[in-house]
């Protein structure tokens, strides 16, 4: 039930940018976060990328795409080497997004805390109610 | 006073959301399945209220719930309750309308006493594990854990592929 709202955010947030919608598909996928992490450290080549892959350049390539696609991996301008490298800002909004669920989430709790602070006095009152 | 809520990843279909609250487990418990005590909380984020919401509290029993914000738009999802277990536990599917979990869910809550309190743990498991990794996006984390230390510079917006 409390689900619906990691649901309802993502529907919002999607809806809101199709960005975040392309970051998350882009990071479903393990070769694709592999990829990242590997960026994380420094540019790299599309050859060295598929090194450490049992994978044909073309397929890294298509995997970057998608990277580039949700904004997360840019190429840096030098003819020869092509670099690609980690681009910052689409996961800090990402990681904007997962916050904010969570605050929605507690939001929602809090109003339960008070409803139970409202329970938890009936409740009381019954109670002293049958001992008079 | 009560605790955060905590969204973790488990197993691979798994996301396991937990949170304490400041009263026994009967009370919490009845603010989860009794409708117009839903409403009072179960309202999401700003603009929006709990319009609808039926229960009908049996195994086999379903439930319905649909939001409207101010604006006009709605939301619905609804399931089937598989166990009710008053007041320690309550299983039930989950469907969204509009399918955003990627086949729905089947969510367990259970309601365990600590003291006076109650320790409320809701596992949510998905129809499949890219459901999950979608919903929670947990495998951003653990995909560059490796590489945390680099990514919290990038989060903070320090130039990146320079040598450090």
Same mark, same amino acid.
């Given at each position: 039930m409390s689900i619906y709202i990691t649901d309802w955010l993502l529907k919002g947030m999607v809806m809101e940018s199709n960005q975040l919608d392309a970051v998350f598909t882009a990071l479903a996928d393990p070769t694709r976060r592999a990829i990242l992490a590997r960026l994380a450290e420094g540019e790299a080549s599309v050859a060295e990328l598929a090194a450490p892959f049992a994978m044909s350049q073309p397929a890294v390539s298509k995997h970057l795409k998608m990277l580039e696609r949700a904004g997360l991996v840019s190429t840096a301008v030098d003819a020869q080497r092509r670099p690609r490298r980690i681009e910052g800002t689409p996961l800090a909004e990402a990681a904007g997004w997962l916050e904010r669920y969570r605050e929605i989430w507690e939001r929602n709790y809090q109003r339960l805390d008070a409803l139970l602070e409202e329970m938890k006095g009936l409740e009381h009152q019954a109670r002293k109610g049958r001992k008079q | 006073m009560t605790g955060k809520v905590s969204i973790v990843a488990s197993g691979e279909r798994e996301l396991v959301i937990t949170r304490m609250f400041e009263a026994p487990p009967h009370?919490?418990?009845?603010?989860?399945? +009794?409708?117009?005590?839903?409403?009072?909380?179960?309202?999401?984020?700003?603009?929006?209220?709990?319009?609808?919401? /039926? *229960?009908?509290?049996?195994? !086999?029993?379903?439930?319905?719930? /649909?939001?409207?914000?101010?604006? !006009?738009?709605?939301?619905?999802?609804?399931?089937?309750?598989? $166990?009710?277990?008053?007041?320690?536990?309550?299983?039930?599917? @989950?469907?969204?309308? @509009?399918?955003?979990? !990627?086949?729905?869910? +089947?969510?367990?809550?259970?309601?365990?006493? +600590?003291?006076?309190?109650?320790?409320?743990?809701?596992? +949510?498991?998905?129809?499949?594990? /890219?459901?999950?990794?979608?919903?929670?996006?947990?495998?951003?984390?653990? !995909? *560059? $854990?490796?590489?945390?230390?680099?990514?919290?510079?990038?989060?903070?917006?320090?130039? *990146?592929? /320079?040598?450090?």
């Amino acid at each position: 039930m409390s689900i619906y709202i990691t649901d309802w955010l993502l529907k919002g947030m999607v809806m809101e940018s199709n960005q975040l919608d392309a970051v998350f598909t882009a990071l479903a996928d393990p070769t694709r976060r592999a990829i990242l992490a590997r960026l994380a450290e420094g540019e790299a080549s599309v050859a060295e990328l598929a090194a450490p892959f049992a994978m044909s350049q073309p397929a890294v390539s298509k995997h970057l795409k998608m990277l580039e696609r949700a904004g997360l991996v840019s190429t840096a301008v030098d003819a020869q080497r092509r670099p690609r490298r980690i681009e910052g800002t689409p996961l800090a909004e990402a990681a904007g997004w997962l916050e904010r669920y969570r605050e929605i989430w507690e939001r929602n709790y809090q109003r339960l805390d008070a409803l139970l602070e409202e329970m938890k006095g009936l409740e009381h009152q019954a109670r002293k109610g049958r001992k008079q | 006073m009560t605790g955060k809520v905590s969204i973790v990843a488990s197993g691979e279909r798994e996301l396991v959301i937990t949170r304490m609250f400041e009263a026994p487990p009967h009370l919490v418990f009845e603010a989860h399945t +009794v409708p117009a005590l839903m409403k009072r909380w179960f309202t999401g984020p700003d603009g929006w209220v709990l319009a609808t919401c /039926e *229960i009908d509290l049996r195994p !086999g029993g379903t439930y319905r719930h /649909e939001w409207k914000h101010e604006d !006009g738009r709605t939301m619905g999802m609804g399931g089937t309750y598989k $166990a009710v277990d008053a007041p320690v536990r309550l299983v039930a599917t @989950e469907l969204f309308d @509009e399918d955003w979990t !990627g086949g729905g869910t +089947v969510n367990t809550q259970l309601f365990e006493a +600590v003291g006076n309190q109650t320790r409320l743990t809701t596992t +949510v498991l998905c129809a499949s594990a /890219e459901a999950r990794d979608n919903m929670l996006n947990s495998n951003m984390e653990a !995909g *560059i $854990a490796a590489s945390y230390a680099r990514l919290d510079a990038v989060l903070a917006g320090a130039p *990146i592929g /320079e040598e450090v």
